[in-house]
């Protein structure tokens, strides 16, 4: 083991000097050694009063060690990491047993230079075990309420075997009496109990029963009052339970020790927002209510969430263990993923298996170790890294399985603070344990120089030597004090102070000293820089309400990512896997950006692969077509340099044909176009059978023609004959219309006979 540690340490060494060389300083325009050293890890400060040149800003003496010392600079300001251990007992067993070491730290950290140490881990043997037992005491379970009656004394002798020290205690739960979780009539609430021959108890939410213990009869004594009580729905009041018996600390009885929590049910839960059913709308406050043993605020809080149910267990160091029914397994497993340091067990159908699965489960948790920390501010991370196989990675918590008792485990604990900022101070250690460790990080964002106090000639004796550069006294300004207030050239050396003839010195952020900016400081306590102070480093894009996502640093408005990360926010893996398709990287046609295509021009994600919009240029191609594959056309003769970005290929036949185009004597070529990665590529498959039309019959169209001439001089006649027939059968039918609406009786009187007849008034005719 200790060969292991060794190795381990000259591996970080020789990392920790690689990374080193390769750190650089990405800094703005600052003045000061304390500007400087914000600037980042890699910054350094020059000290030698004559290093800057005349006229040239200060900025110059900030840079990496390796560059100030090629530049030939001997005082080098570059402020370390420091660990200062307040406690350190070694590790013990016994009474009162030391499982971590150190106990309490102070680090001093440069901004953006990670620190890292060694924090050491080994369980002790007879280390003392509370376990509260809480059961649903639904009607379903009145079977397995009879078997925990006899549960206690067996259950400790099992603990106490392992550990040597253990105790007990007891709780149940049932549901809100509320409708619709429970029947709200009187007589129901009374006796919930479906059957009227079993011993039933009235409806409640959670009533804690018995406090720790290491008397088994005792437990054997009180659980044997319990009976069983009943409500509506399935699921139960499980989360309401869990959340009252890890506040309620002096009620229960937990004590230094590892402290387990049986959770007996045979349905789900109900979670946060079910109680709206009931009109419940006061979220859960996550306080003890106990009030006569029973839980106050049942039917005036809702159910806790389950983050909030993880998050307080875990801070109260409570392992839970759920003992459910085989048909709630994947429900419980499912929430034991989300709660670190949990287990879960199958209960028999009346439970009398529950201390074999206790004892599984205790072992299967003893057996795995999770180092973790509790809330830091945004400006600390804390990774881990284990010497255990599989733990070599840095990550948010660092985690060893298969871990014997009395087996010490180290872990590599990395702390960075990613800007200046008062002491602060979290805790890291073991779930499940109460031992932590108590680390203070303070910064170290000023430079300790050994100047003198009085004027330096370096500075006209008109100021003082602050780090190498001058601090002029009131009314001089200057690299070296060397200007001085009220002179002639005083607006000249202003003007040099304003951006693109801006009427704004330094842009409001700044003092305009000697033609240079002295820049203020921003609200967050830290600089502005640039010449004009035009920058600073609090107001980048932010992701999960941190700057840059904490994936990198904000350098003058943007985010300078880390390696691996990408994005305006940093918040992106770098990775392309999600861009690649077919092994490219959105087809040629876009952009990988957090691992998401972004098309270029009318392509569509995911893969830009498809565009929906684009006509394939079918007619454009033809002439590069003809002479690809069949060596003729106008292209002919510079066919490889005009048609690069086709890739034609003749075959005998087409499945499908999406393109034709004439060749130059005027014949169809058939051929399909498929686009290749990139841009205006394809590749042409065309059909070696060209299809040329025929030419045309001659004595057809003569034979033809002559027939149609005549057929239409033919169709004329008729035309002219029927019109004619028409107008004269119209005027006759006109003529016999007239005749039959004549008026006149007898012949007409305007007719006259050609016969004129006289006859002799004398002669009578009688003879």
């Known amino acids: 083991m200790l060969l292991s540690i060794c190795l381990r340490g000259l591996l970080l060494l020789l990392v920790g000097k690689h990374a080193y060389s390769q750190e650089q300083c990405l800094k703005g325009s600052v003045n000061t050694c304390d500007d400087c050293i914000k600037s980042g890890p890699g910054c350094a400060w020059c000290t030698d009063l004559n290093f800057t040149k005349t006229g040239e800003q200060e900025t110059v003496r900030c840079n990496t060690v390796i560059e100030l010392k090629d530049k030939g600079c001997k005082g080098i300001k570059d402020p370390m990491n420091k660990l200062k251990k307040i406690e350190d007992k070694p590790l013990t067993d016994g009474v009162k047993p030391v499982q971590i070491q150190p106990q309490n730290i102070e680090l001093n950290l440069r901004p ?43 259950l400790l002798e099992e603990l106490k075997r392992i550990t040597g020290n253990a105790r007990i205690g007891f709780g149940s739960f049932v549901d809100k009496t509320l409708l ?17 021959n079993v011993a039933c108890q009235p409806a409640f939410g959670f009533q804690h029963v018995l406090s720790l213990t290491s008397d088994g009869n005792k437990f054997k004594e009180m659980v044997a009052k319990q009976d069983i009580s009943g409500n509506l729905d399935p699921p139960e009041g499980s989360l309401d339970a869990i959340m009252q ?27 946060a927002g079910d109680g709206k059913l009931a009109a419940i709308l006061e979220p859960n406050q996550e306080t003890c209510q106990l009030v006569n043993q029973k839980y106050s605020k049942s039917n005036i809080w809702d159910y806790p969430s389950v983050g909030q149910i993880a ?50 489960a205790y072992n299967k948790l003893s057996s795995k170790v999770i180092m973790a920390h509790d809330s830091v501010p945004n400006s600390i991370s804390v990774k881990f890294r284990s010497n255990c196989v599989g733990g070599e990675k840095l990550t948010d918590s660092g985690i060893c399985e298969n871990v014997n008792i009395k087996q010490k485990v180290v872990f590599d ?30 910064t170290q964002c000023k430079c300790e120089c050994d100047d003198p106090r009085e004027d330096h000639p370096h500075c006209k004796n008109n100021g003082k030597v602050v780090c190498g550069s001058c601090k002029c006294n009131t009314g001089f300004l200057g690299q070296n004090c060397e200007c001085e207030l009220g002179k002639k050239n005083e607006e000249t050396l202003r003007a040099q102070c304003r951006k693109d003839n801006a009427t704004l010195e330094c842009e ?53 990512c880390f390696d691996g990360y990408e994005g305006t926010a940093c918040d992106c893996p770098k990775s392309d896997e999600a861009c690649k398709k077919d092994g490219t990287v959105c087809y040629g046609r876009g952009k990988c950006v957090c691992n998401e295509c972004q098309c270029q021009r009318s392509y569509r994600p995911l893969f830009c692969k498809e565009c929906p919009t684009c006509q394939r240029p079918c007619e454009q191609s033809g002439s590069c077509v003809e002479c690809l594959a069949f060596g003729s056309g106008p292209l002919e003769k510079n066919c490889s340099a005009s048609c690069t970005h086709l890739t034609v290929n003749v075959v005998d036949k087409l499945l499908k044909s999406d393109c034709r185009a004439k060749d130059k004597e005027g014949c169809w070529m058939s051929f399909t176009m498929t686009e290749q990665e990139g841009f205006d ?43 004619l027939y028409a107008s004269d059968l119209k005027e006759w039918r006109r003529f016999e219309k007239d005749r039959k609406q004549e008026r006149f009786a007898g012949s007409n009187p305007l007719f006259k006979d050609a016969t004129t007849t006289v006859q002799n008034p004398v002669f009578s005719g009688d003879s």
């Open 311 to 360: 998050r307080k267990l875990e801070e109260k160091n409570i392992q839970p263990i759920f003992a459910v029914t085989k048909n709630m397994e994947s429900v419980y497993t499912e929430l034991s993923k989300l709660i670190p340091k949990s287990a879960v067990g199958v209960l028999s159908a009346d439970s009398n298996n529950v201390v074999k699965i206790i004892v599984e």
């Open 413 to 442: 604990v990395t702390v960075t603070a990613e800007k200046c900022m008062e002491n602060q101070t979290f805790f890291i250690g073991p779930l499940g344990f109460n031992e932590k460790l108590r680390v203070t990080v303070s």
């Open 245 to 271: 018996a890890a506040v309620c600390v002096d009620e229960i009885g937990w004590g230094n020790s590892t402290r387990l929590l049986v959770v007996a049910t045979d349905d789900g839960f109900h979670m």
């Open 681 to 723: 590529k394809y590749t042409v498959n065309v059909l070696k059978t060209i299809e040329c039309p025929e030419g045309p019959n001659i004595a057809a169209i003569v034979g033809g023609s002559l027939a149609g001439v005549a057929l239409i001089g033919l169709l004329i006649l008729l035309t002219v004959k029927a019109c």
């Open 112 to 154: 953006g230079k990670p620190y890292t140490f060694q924090l050491e881990f080994k369980q002790a043997e007879g280390y003392p075990v509370d376990l509260y037992y809480l059961m649903d005491l639904s009607y379903s379970m009145k079977d397995d309420l009879e078997n925990v009656k006899n549960l206690g004394i067996v």
């Open 180 to 196: 619709p979780f429970t029947d709200t009539n009187e007589a129901k609430l009374q006796r919930p109990c479906p059957d009227k």
């Open 508 to 560: 409001g952020k700044g003092e305009c000293v000697c033609g240079r900016c002295q820049c203020h400081l921003t609200q967050g306590n830290s600089q502005y820089y640039g010449e004009f102070c035009q920058c600073d480093d609090e107001h980048c894009e932010q992701s999960n309400s941190k700057q840059c996502a904490g994936h990198g640093r904000c350098r003058c408005g943007k985010c300078d």
